[in-house]
């Protein structure tokens, strides 16, 4: 009991934030869950509400000077395709899309984020600055090669949740205290010459520990000479051997910022 009156205090506490941010929320009947609408930035932005988590993301998104993601994406120069790797419920993506009106890419491996993807496109379709032609989804992993991903889960189903288990198609059989769902993954590389989309100029990979095999399977992106910026998740095990990778392209790390347990989030340019 003390716990649900805990999390019923904070749920208030941040509808209250909301509020006073002159943000709004409301039952949606049509997909069955509640929304919250706020202007970012002069951007108006509305999303699915499935936790207290994304209501505190919501309203620290603009205002978090610690946030180096959004202080990137509010600022991109010369966007013309955004690809966001791991977007859970988009909303950076989303984002970009209102304030540049460019192409946007969502990837993610979850089904609940998926199924917020998806809505959000839909309570968005009205926007003046928003259209949903410019927003394609992916639902499925981005890896070193092609091949059949096995997604294990021992986490709630909800967008954003992390540290779910990626295996391949060799893998051993499923432990019983978790979820699975077998999906196709790519490369980066594959991904683009098979779906015919602009190149990304600029990307955001949010992989929880996968990012080596993620950028190991982009090597002909990097290279392009289009693709400007990219800003990546890392920790200490796998900063070294991305590094190495990225100044092997001609990036350079320009700013780096706290994201959570001891993780960090680092922003590469090309200048070569």
Known sequence: MIRFLREIYYLIKQIYILLK???????????????????????????????????????????????????WIDSLKSCKCFLDIGSANGMEGFYVSSKYNVKVILSDIFIPSLDDLIKTVYLNRKNDNFSSEKIDIFFGGFSNKDSIMLVESSRPPKSGYTQNLLSNSNSSKKKLDKSSLWLYSFTVDSFIKKTKNLEPSHIKIDVDGFEVKVVEGMKKTLSMPSTKEIMIELNDKTFNKINKIFSKNGFKEISRGLHQNGNFDVLYKKFN
């Open 21 to 71: 941010k002159k943000g709004s929320i409301s039952y949606n009947g049509d997909i069955g869950c509640f929304v919250v609408k706020r202007v970012i930035k002069n951007e108006l932005l509305i999303l699915p509400l499935k936790s207290r988590k994304v209501l505190t993301r919501f309203n620290l998104f603009d205002s978090n000077t610690k946030d180096i993601v959004f202080r």
